[in-house]
């Protein structure tokens, strides 16, 4: 009976640690994953918001270039 029991908990430590070896990776990739797609929103924010600049500059320069220039 002590032989088994034994024999048992040693068998649930293995399946434990098994487990624990599968988990991990899984957590890993879902932490570093998060990370990621914070990392990108964040881009995908500052890209908007340079086009955003970038167009309205543009359209300045076009109502600009009607009127007479000043310079000259």
Do not use: K, N
């Not at 024999?7 to 991990?24: P, T």
């Not at 957590?27 to 964040?42: F, M």
């Amino acid at each position: 009976m002590i032989v088994a029991w034994s024999e048992l908990a040693g068998d649930l430590g293995g399946v434990g640690l098994f487990l624990v070896w599968l988990v991990i990776p899984l957590l890993y990739l879902v932490v570093i994953g998060r990370r990621y797609v914070r990392q990108c929103q964040e881009s995908a924010r500052t890209a908007v918001w340079a086009c955003d600049e970038v167009r309205q500059i543009r359209e300045e320069q076009r109502e600009g270039g009607h009127e007479p220039d000043a310079r000259g």
